[in-house]
């Protein structure tokens, strides 16, 4: 019997039912907090984490020997739809996060930077849900010490009808993932005292 006979049981994952967390949160020169989350419903796309394992080797006489190396996790491009209506405006909530992040406009004596530890906090924490039919969630990546590394804000086009878009990348450190299977939560492989 082959294993897509059992069609009742079998559930593969698809493409369009995921849910996406950003939640961030900061504060402008003057201390005001920032709107620095984005709302899940204004994210269309996503990648999922992946990661790259460096390598080195060894040569001898005629032989070339590879030993694995080095994990380094992927980028992660996330494309949001860029509304402006009432307190939801996409544009708006990036570049809070730019400024949360300590990016200021030159000005004479400024002298605040961005930082590591305020740029994960204007992003804040990261989750991609993977959903089943029934909006359970069956798995989830969560992003861990991520950062804006590069946002698009889209072209303007006389001749277009598109959605205006917003284009993220994200640098991350690592990420961890769970797994929900039929018995509950399944502990991820890279979770600590594994």
């Known amino acids: 019997m082959g294993f897509w006979q059992d069609g009742k049981n079998l559930k593969p994952k ?18 005001r907090d920032l709107k620095t ?11 999922k984490p992946g990661f790259s394992i460096s390598e080195s080797n060894h040569s001898y006489l005629n032989h070339t020997f590879y030993y694995p190396g080095r994990v380094t996790w992927n980028d992660v491009t996330l494309t949001i739809v860029d509304v402006a209506s009432g307190d939801v405006d996409g ?26 530890s305020s740029s994960i906090s204007a992003l804040g924490k990261i989750v991609i849900n993977q959903i089943d039919e029934t909006g359970t969630v069956v ?4 992003l ?20 205006m878009n917003v284009d993220l990348t994200i640098k991350y450190d690592n990420a961890t ?12 492989s890279n979770a600590p005292g594994n």
């Open 139 to 142: 798995d989830t990546w969560t």
């Open 14 to 31: 698809r493409a369009y039912r995921f849910t996406m967390i950003v939640a961030g949160q900061g504060k402008d020169a003057s201390g």
């Open 91 to 116: 544009t708006q909530a990036v570049m809070d996060m730019l400024e949360a992040a300590g990016y200021r406009l030159p000005q004479v004596g400024e002298k605040t930077t961005i930082s590591k």
């Open 177 to 188: 993932f769970k797994s929900v299977g039929a018995g509950g939560v399944i502990r991820p």
């Open 144 to 163: 861990n010490n991520s950062w804006i590394k590069d946002a698009k804000f889209g072209s303007l086009d006389y001749t277009s009808d598109d959605m």
């Open 37 to 47: 989350t984005i709302p899940e419903f204004l994210v269309k796309k996503v990648d």
